[in-house]
């Protein structure tokens, strides 16, 4: 008993700090590459909207809860629009660069992949916190999708492995980072056909029946003689 809870806290404390390494990692690519952070709006319907200077962003995780606090809407002369703050529930979240459809039966990607897409049909909880004289005040809201751009394809790439990381505990791969099936060969399908070798059935040793020929045979008539002449 004492062996398997000890198992058990060790296999939890290797898993914590994998998620604390992960979660680390992710801020200091944050705090980095801050400059080049942007999102679209969280307040709008449309995401393809216009996307905005964040100049800060940072995260932390409680259980399967993934949290980012960032900056919306930076401006050098005129401060944050918005501060935010977006609740993850990374059981049910999807994480992608640009989008992938699956056409044929494999997966290929569109899009910009220098963007992060998340998205949860769930819904994700907003809090922003109005920076300017016309907005001050909390809001709340419940967004299905969030776009972040990080100006480069590396860069995000790099991001969305350690999202990977994190999630991987509470769901399983996406559909596109799975292997692909591998194709039959046809090739080698006939190929093996081809060489099979053919049933030879063994030809009867059954003697032929004799059936008597009905061709009719010529008869002799005998002749019957009558005196000296023969008919």
């Not at 980012?68 to 501060?83: A, E, P, R, S």
């Not at 967004?143 to 990977?164: C, Q, T, W």
Request: proline share 5%; aromatic share 10%; charged share 15%.
């Amino acid at each position: 008993m004492k062996k398997s809870i000890l198992l058990f806290m060790g296999v939890t404390m290797i898993c914590y700090s994998s998620y604390s390494q992960s979660i680390s990692n992710l801020n200091s690519i944050f705090s980095t590459y801050s400059h080049t952070i942007k999102t679209n709006s969280p307040f709008s319907e449309c995401s393809t909207s216009c996307i905005y200077n964040a100049n800060y962003m940072n995260a932390e995780q409680r259980g399967n809860i993934l949290i980012l606090n960032f900056g919306y809407g930076w401006d050098k002369q005129y401060g944050y629009i918005h501060k935010c703050t977006l609740r993850i529930n990374l059981s049910t979240a999807t994480f992608c660069t640009g989008w992938w459809d699956n056409w044929g039966g494999r997966w290929k990607q569109y899009g910009k992949k220098e963007e992060i897409t998340i998205k949860d049909s769930n819904g994700m909880d907003l809090t922003s916190v109005g920076q300017q004289h016309y907005n001050q005040g909390t809001k709340q809201d419940l967004i299905s999708e969030l776009k972040i751009s990080f100006g480069s394809e590396p860069l995000a790439n790099r991001v969305l492995n350690e999202l990977y990381a994190i999630q991987s505990s509470y769901k399983t791969k996406e559909p596109w980072l799975l292997p692909e099936p591998q194709p039959i060969n046809q090739g080698s399908s006939s190929a093996s056909e081809a060489t099979t070798p053919r049933s030879t059935t063994p030809r009867s040793t059954t003697p032929r029946s004799t059936t008597p020929s009905n061709t009719p045979t010529k008869k002799n008539n005998p002749t019957k003689k009558v005196g000296r002449y023969v008919q």
